[in-house]
C-alpha cells in the first residue's frame, strides 16, 4: 500500500483500480498514518503551516430546493426561517472586518427573495466598504448570466459543492427536480466566467461506496477547482435521512488527505460539521492537510435556525468568541493562522478590482 501512496504523492494521481485499491486497505493504523503524514507533507511544502480564516455568513435559511439529507430542505416545516436584510449582512462583515478578516463568505439556501439585483447591490456595497476584501458567494444553482452578474458586481469566488460525481446516489439524495448535469454545468460556467470555485462533497452518505468516492475523486482531479469542501453527512432529525447512519471522522480525513495529494495547492477547509462529529475534529483535518477555516458570523440569534444538520457545533458563540477559539486550536495543533485573503495561488492579483 505504501507504493501507491508513494505514487499518489509523486504523481498526485492514480487511476480507478489503484484508487480503490487505496481507499479499501487503509484503515489499517500504518497505511492510514503514512497516508496522511504524505498529505500533511505536500501541505507544508505548498503552504507551510498557515490556515486561512473566511467569514461566514448565513444570511437565510429560506430554500426553495428539496435535498433529502438537508435539513431546511422546502418541505421541512418544522424549519425555522429566518432572512437578514442587507443592513444586518454588513453588520455581520463589519463585525469580521473588525475582527480582521478579509474573507466573507455569504452562504444561504435556494431562495429567490434575494433576486440578482439584491445579491449585485449586497456585493457591491460589501466591495465597497471593505475594500481589498474577497467576497465568496455560496447560494446554489444559477443561470450563467446570474453567475455572470455577481462576478461583475465583484463576487471573487463561488461554492458549490457537487455533493456526489456518482449519478446514481445523487439522484437518490435529490428530488426528480433536480439535475446532476445541471449541477456540474454550473460548475462549468463558474470556472468559465473566472471565479475561483470550490466544489466538493459529502462522506457517508446513505448507500454511498469506496467506488462512489473513486468517482468524486476522480472527478474533482478533472475539474481543478481552487477549493473543495469535503464533510461528514450527518443527519437531520426531521429530514427522510432522519434514521441514517451518516459519515465517519476516519472516512472524511482520509478523503481530506487524497485530495492534498491529488491538488497540491488546493485550498481544503476543516468543516463544521467535522468538528460536530468530534470535538477535535477540525485539528485533525488540518493534520491531514487542511488548510482553511471558516468561523461564523452569523448573528448569535439566527445560528440555531441554519440547522443542516442535527448538533452543529459554535451556535452559540459571538464572531469574536468563534475567532478566538479557532485561534487557539489553530496554534494548539501545531499551525498559524493567516488572516490575508488566502487567494489560490494560481489566482493573479490583476484578476481583482480593489
Ligand atoms: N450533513 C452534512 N452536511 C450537509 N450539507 C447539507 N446537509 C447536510 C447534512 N445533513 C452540506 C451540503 C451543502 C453544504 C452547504 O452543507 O454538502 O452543500
Ligand atoms: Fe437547500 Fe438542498 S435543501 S440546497
Not at 458549490?160 to 445541471?182: C, G, I
Request: glycine letters at 8%; hydrophobic letters at 35%.
Amino acid at each position: 500500500m505504501k507504493k501507491l501512496i508513494e505514487k499518489l504523492y509523486r504523481e498526485n494521481y492514480l487511476n480507478t483500480d489503484d484508487m480503490l485499491t487505496l481507499l479499501d486497505n487503509i484503515y489499517d493504523p500504518g497505511n492510514m498514518n503514512y497516508l496522511l503524514a504524505r498529505a500533511h507533507e505536500t501541505r507544508m511544502e505548498h503552504y507551510h503551516t498557515k490556515v486561512f480564516m473566511r467569514g461566514l455568513v448565513e444570511f437565510t435559511s429560506y430554500c426553495k430546493r428539496d435535498c433529502l439529507y438537508c435539513g431546511i430542505r422546502a418541505s421541512n416545516r418544522k424549519a425555522e426561517r429566518y432572512r437578514l436584510s442587507s443592513s444586518e449582512i454588513l453588520e455581520a462583515c463589519a463585525e469580521g472586518y473588525e475582527l480582521g478578516y478579509k474573507t466573507f463568505v455569504l452562504q444561504g439556501g435556494e431562495d429567490d427573495y434575494y433576486t440578482d439585483d439584491r445579491v449585485v447591490e449586497i456585493v457591491g456595497k460589501i466591495k465597497e466598504r471593505f475594500p481589498g476584501c474577497a467576497v465568496t458567494l455560496s447560494i446554489g444553482e444559477k443561470s450563467f448570466e446570474s453567475y455572470k452578474k455577481y462576478y461583475d458586481a465583484g463576487a471573487d469566488r463561488y461554492l458549490l459543492r457537487h455533493e456526489t460525481a456518482s449519478r446514481t446516489l445523487y439522484n437518490k439524495l435529490h428530488p426528480k427536480t433536480m439535475s446532476f448535469d445541471n449541477r456540474i454545468q454550473c460548475l462549468k460556467n463558474l470556472k468559465e466566467i473566472g471565479y475561483q470555485v470550490g466544489a466538493g462533497f459529502m462522506v457517508g452518505l446513505p448507500g454511498q461506496t469506496n467506488e462512489d468516492y473513486v468517482m468524486d475523486l476522480h472527478f474533482l482531479k478533472e475539474l481543478q477547482p481552487h477549493m473543495v469542501g469535503i464533510g461528514p453527512f450527518i443527519p437531520h432529525k426531521d429530514t427522510p435521512f432522519a434514521a441514517e447512519g451518516g459519515g465517519t471522522v476516519e472516512t472524511t480525513i482520509v478523503m481530506l488527505a487524497i485530495v492534498r495529494l491529488l491538488l497540491p495547492e488546493v485550498l481544503l477547509p476543516a468543516t463544521t460539521a467535522l468538528g460536530t462529529l468530534d470535538p477535535m475534529g477540525r485539528e485533525k483535518g488540518l493534520k491531514a492537510g487542511a488548510n482553511v477555516v471558516m468561523p461564523n458570523l452569523s448573528p448569535v440569534e439566527v445560528r440555531k435556525k441554519y440547522a443542516l444538520y442535527d448538533g452543529k457545533i459554535c451556535t452559540g458563540d459571538e464572531a469574536a468568541e468563534c475567532r478566538k477559539c479557532i485561534e487557539g486550536r489553530i496554534t494548539n495543533a501545531g499551525f498559524s493562522v493567516d488572516m490575508s485573503r488566502g487567494d489560490h495561488k494560481t489566482w493573479r492579483s490583476e484578476q481583482y478590482v480593489y
